[in-house]
């Protein structure tokens, strides 16, 4: 059967990438397909948010580059919260430019990015070359990458064929791209009758999840882990200000009675799904 029928377990001893199977893994063994995005600006934000949230989800995304106070002992705190609590880190870089680049950018630097991130996205625009150069850097280091197919923003231009072309691209290097950032589950998508599918396992992770608001000032658009994972086929969802609200002087009671709330959604949403 696809692979959006069946469970995160039996997924998880299939799969071809290390990462996809960590993740898949502890979706199952913490029964969680829930990523908390932790963007906030102060490091003592982001770690009350990651120790009040870390026993609820299976992946932590970052946006690194917004911490104003970056350095390299966040890194060793993240890492040490991450096998405390067992979930994966997957840094939101959105990559975009040419392989020799986004070589540099996911290896040097302040961030070294590849170093501590399991998990990584990049956007399909520049092509193929992208998946090359982040593959020579992080297929040794066993990571997984993200294409972003479809964004959840009012008037995102990744539609149609540009989304078909990204799945394409995915198809090509299934050693290294785990999956997409998706609206809707993508196996088979873009696919011609010669190509081989079978056994194609693309994970979906969705942004733009929301129990209490519909969107943001900025165009965000949200629907509900029901919709997301039961009725669109997606594997993971991903919720930011809907946990932790603006992020500031952090209230872990309600984090954690949030957390709680969009952890149970999920897991029903996936439970109804594959019906078990
Ligand atoms: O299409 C996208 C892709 C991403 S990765 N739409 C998104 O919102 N995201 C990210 O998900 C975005 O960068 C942010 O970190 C998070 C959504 O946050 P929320 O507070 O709106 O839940």
Known sequence: SSPHLQTYNERAKKHANKAARALLGIMEEKQSNLSVSVDVTK????????????????????HVDILEDFDATVIDRLQELSEKHKFLIFEDRKFADIGSTVVLQYSKGIYKIADWAHITNAHAVPGPSIITGLASVGIPKDRGLILLAEMSSKGALTTGSYTEDAVRMARARRDFVI?????????????????????????VL??????????????????????????SGCDVIIVGRGIYGKGENVDTLEVLKQVQRYQAAGWEAYKKRVQC
């Open 43 to 62: 490091s003592k934000d982001f770690f009350d948010i990651i120790e009040a949230v870390g026993p609820h989800v299976c992946l932590i995304k970052t």
């Open 179 to 203: 999956g997409f950032i998706a609206q809707h589950r993508m196996e088979g998508v873009g696919a011609s009758d010669t190509d081989n599918i079978a056994g194609e396992d693309f994970l």
């Open 206 to 231: 969705a942004p733009g999840v929301g129990l209490d608001a519909t969107g943001d000032a900025m165009g965000q658009q949200y629907r509900t882990p029901e919709q997301v994972v039961f009725e």
